[in-house]
């Protein structure tokens, strides 16, 4: 078979393709909106079911819960994953967490979902803004207050002010995507 010689020369390989499989196997995320589990009825003859139950509310505060982990994140262009993201790529993930899917682009995600008038903001709206006319160029999530969450291109993940200045006047409009 294989001589200790080879043993050796093989240990590395496979130790990194079984860490490999090993975060794969950690990181790979179904979402949790829906639970399956087993139920077992009191009556013997009948055998085990399985039941669809939702085990998460889908809500404004839990999206904005969710948002809240990744404070302090880099920024990175084109990044849609914890170790940096942009505007859209954070908000995408953080639905995703919730179990929500859109778009991926800040433009197709001004399309999707419901329009909000400004005064019914709730938490978990995308708030969108003008940064680069024409269009939706920038986008966050609503976390009450008249604040949100963003990948901003220079602080990372962050809270914001809609009153400050910038945002007040680059404020295109917001939507709705969940139910609050």
């Known amino acids: 078979m294989f001589s200790p010689s080879h043993s050796r020369l093989l240990l590395?390989?496979?130790m990194v393709i079984s860490s490999i499989?090993?975060?794969?196997?950690?990181?790979?995320?179904?979402?949790?909106?829906?639970?399956?589990?087993?139920?077992?009825?009191a009556n013997k003859q009948s055998k085990p079911q399985d039941i669809t139950r939702k085990s998460y509310e889908n809500t404004g505060s839990e999206v904005v819960m969710i948002a809240k982990r990744y404070i302090g994140t880099p920024y990175q262009w084109g990044g849609g994953r914890p170790n940096g993201f942009d505007c859209s790529g954070f908000v995408q993930y953080v639905m995703r967490q919730a179990g929500i899917s859109?778009?991926?682009?800040?433009?197709?995600?001004?399309?999707?979902?419901?329009?909000?008038d400004r005064k019914q903001l709730q938490k978990g709206d995308l708030v969108f803004f003008q940064t680069d006319p024409p269009g939706a160029s920038h986008v966050g999530i609503y976390?009450?207050?008249?604040?949100?969450?963003?990948?901003?291109?220079?602080k990372g993940v962050k809270i914001s002010s809609l009153e400050h200045s910038y945002w007040k006047h680059s404020y295109l409009g917001a939507r709705r995507v969940i139910l609050p």
């Not at 859109?102 to 909000?116: A, C, H, M, S």
């Not at 976390?143 to 220079?154: S, V």
């Open 143 to 154: 976390a009450g207050n008249q604040t949100f969450i963003q990948a901003d291109a220079t």
């Open 12 to 14: 590395p390989f496979v």
């Open 21 to 41: 499989s090993l975060i794969l196997l950690i990181s790979s995320e179904v979402p949790y909106a829906y639970k399956q589990v087993k139920v077992e009825t």
């Open 102 to 116: 859109i778009p991926r682009i800040t433009y197709e995600q001004y399309k999707f979902g419901d329009p909000v």
